[in-house]
């Protein structure tokens, strides 16, 4: 079945230790996208890649980082900078120059 | 900086009825909207979208209606049903802002029976 499947579902860590959120989609999109959801807040953009090796921040870019080494993958770390990082975390992919997006089904992170 | 906004949190209606969930915009460049619907602790889901160059788009019991002169869309369901209970989000696509999607803060649409 083609998708994007994001793990683990829920992830617990210790304050100060990075974290790295897996998404992966065999949807063969060029575009990938990684939101954040807080209560009240919407989604909100972090980081997104149009195309391999070449990644933007978004309006929330702060204490994350990404790669995409890989059209298949676009992992993000969250970084002990990042001051409020228990959120859901939901990953996006969508074919270049299309505006429809299909959304992984999120990983809870919580941070203790 | 908020250039998509979803004024009402909530929005209770009855069975049967229309629901109305209303989407204000501020960047006139925006060329596509989209409306997601998202059940808790899962990834949204797409709805319908319309075109910045057109005024309705129609898909079953769902109506998206876009205003350009006052940067004002709207989701018609037309009827409600329990099922259709669920988080709304109105996205905004920005093709000169890298392809991205620009997301409301969400509507929380419950249907009683």
């Known amino acids: 079945d083609g998708g994007i499947t994001q793990s683990p579902k829920y992830l617990f860590r210790k304050e100060g230790q990075n974290v790295t959120l897996s998404c992966e989609q065999n949807l063969n999109h060029d575009a990938m996208y990684w939101y954040r959801q807080d209560p009240g807040q919407g989604l909100r953009l972090i980081y997104y890649?149009?195309?391999?090796?070449?990644?933007q921040k978004g309006d929330i870019a702060e204490g994350y980082s990404v790669s995409r080494e890989k059209k298949e993958s676009f992992p993000l770390t969250v970084t002990s900078a990042q001051k409020n990082p228990t959120a859901f975390y939901l990953c996006a992919s969508s074919i270049k120059g299309h505006t429809e997006a299909f959304f992984g089904q999120g990983t809870r992170l919580t941070v203790v | 900086d908020q250039q998509v906004k979803q004024n009402s949190p909530s929005l209770s209606v009855q069975e049967g009825r229309i629901s109305i969930l209303n989407c204000d915009y501020t960047?006139?460049?925006?060329?596509?909207f989209l409306w997601y619907k998202k059940y808790p602790a899962e990834g949204p889901t797409f709805l319908i979208s319309?075109?910045?160059?057109?005024d309705k788009n129609e898909d079953g019991r769902f109506t998206v209606f876009l205003n350009k002169s006052a940067k004002h869309l709207s989701l018609h369901i037309v009827p409600s049903q329990p099922g259709d209970s669920a988080v709304y989000f109105c996205a905004a696509h920005s093709y000169n802002q890298g392809g991205k999607l620009i997301f409301g803060q969400g509507t929380e649409l419950s249907v009683k029976p």
């Open positions: 960047n006139s460049m925006f060329d596509y």
């Open positions: 890649s149009q195309i391999v090796n070449d990644f």
């Open positions: 319309i075109s910045s160059i057109k």
